[in-house]
């Protein structure tokens, strides 16, 4: 159980906060209630459906079971299904919501290190007439579910407390560093289908969002004493290695009293690269050596995976030279292919193998996040982290530049979740870099005497003032790279313009973009229209601008054209870690305010 560092009263209104760490391969949920005058208590959840009552871990796998589309059973009790043809586990789900920024790489390492050589990485399908969106409903309820139960039997009079706060929970969603807005929101609906919240509205209220290495960072340091190594000034990294991502994140202490604060230091890295990967080299080994055996059958491979992956992948340090895969009974033998009573043993080079080429994936994405910086310390979390053999590697390659790679021993435990609650109590973090380009799509007048323009007058309209202008200008709000404060808004002035004034104007929407090239572009397409590679789609803001109407104005051009126009404006709000949006207009120097809804493009690829 962790509580407040310094024994920090808690001042807030009551609440009860739950936080979500639902991971590629194992899920997580921690929670505390809070009241004024009490020193906060974070637990985790450990008593699940399935499991067994003397285990006492927090960590459930992250699978759904279906039979014919129908939701059948979730989390451990899932596991029952699994290699039962008459059903569909949906497992590693969480790769199909990854961007395709973190996709740098879809080859999985092979055992041999010849990576050129190995077949594409095969995000395992969805059951058949289930959806993403399903898949992730099912699970939340069936999470929030068991977490509901058990608040309600191990806390204090709880069902009382759970009928008094239940309508108002605080739900903190964990999520890799690489992602954004799009997957946020695909989250927030799957809360609203699952029961979790009730409407868009309420989501928007009571859903936050903090990216598992932010997470991380709060449980460590809640862990630790910090004060005998953290000074004002200093920098440390933290690296989550989870079950599909390692995210990496610097941070600077910009104060130790009357809090602790912390700042980032530049954009956080997010690579593809995470334990699952090394499962996949596992059975690209597997299926290797026994490409002649009998036993290089689909079934026979994957109880290899899963026993490798249940001992040997966990408890290997390098220096085992046999390890033995239970997989079989005394009868399954098949010697020329080393399967002797159902075991067969892989050297101490072939894991090493299978690992080698993930762990190099995650130090080269730590040392480009470091950029030549010296460290002192570097705190390692996260399930894949836990491994020996990953912790061996990390400490010689980082080892070797004078940084001690701190660890806290708590396998049973997802430091992401019990650190998702700290974080909201504590927020330690006080400014974020931004990780990309955030802008918008514009019109700009046209410039006969500008080259560049002349380039795209193909793209020239006439405006309702009867002026020349050119689409597809970029305008930047928020630039890669920008140290992004806490409550940090933006206002973005937009014109309308019309021949006639409108009489409503309840279909306006923007499109907010990522320039994720290199330095700043001008322009969302080429000289032909065509959109640029490095643009993709965030979301749209839509909003009724008819209360906007008000303001408008008629004016006469310089053609001698009468048209109205009217301006407004779009403010952008990161609130911590999410973005928000409200539409800004004014009438006779008063300025008012209004709703925005935020739509997330396709996360689906």
Sequence with gaps: MATQSDSQVYQGEEKIIVAIDLGTTHTAVSFAHAYPGSVVDVRMVTKWKGQPEAAGDSKIPTIVAYEQGELVACGAEAREYLGDEAYEVS???????????????????????????????????????VTLAEVYTDFMRYVFGGFRTFFQKTTPNGLAIWDRLSSNIVVVLTTPNGWDTRQQEFLKEAAQEAGIVQSEEDADLRIEFVTEGEASVHYVLGKINHKTWL??????????????????????????????????????????????????????????????????????????VDKFEQRAKRIFDGSQESNVIEFGSRRDNDREHGIIQGKIVLTASEVCATFDNVIKRSTDSCLKLLRGRKIKHLLLVGGFGESPYFRLRFEEGFGSHGTDVVTVEEPSKKAAAEGAVMWYIKQMVSARIARFTLGTQLIVPFDPARAEHLKRRSQVFIHASGDTYLQDAFRTIVEKGQLIPQDFSKLVSYNWS???????????YVDLLVWEGEGNTKWTTDVNGNRLPQIRDLCSIEADLTPTIAGFNQLTSKHGIKYWKGSYGVRCIYNGTKLQARLEWKVEDKTYQGPIRVIPASVWK
């Design 498 to 508: 019309r021949s006639e004034k409108p009489e409503s104007l309840v279909d306006f």
């Design 231 to 304: 000074k004002k000034g200093s920098m440390f990294a933290v690296t989550d290695a989870g079950g599909s991502t390692v995210d990496s994140t610097l941070y600077v202490c910009k104060a130790l009293e009357p809090k602790l604060e912390l700042e980032e230091v530049c954009a956080s890295e997010c690579v593809q690269a995470g334990g699952v990967f090394v499962d996949r080299a596992a059975r690209s080994l597997f299926t290797e050596k026994l490409s002649n055996s009998k036993f290089g059958d689909e079934e026979s491979i994957s109880d290899m």
């Design 91 to 129: 497992k590693w789900f969480k790769l199909h919501l990854h961007p395709d920024s973190m996709n740098f790489s879809d080859e999985p390492p092979a055992y041999d290190n010849d990576t050129s050589a190995s077949p594409a990485m095969e995000i395992p399908p969805l059951p058949s007439n």
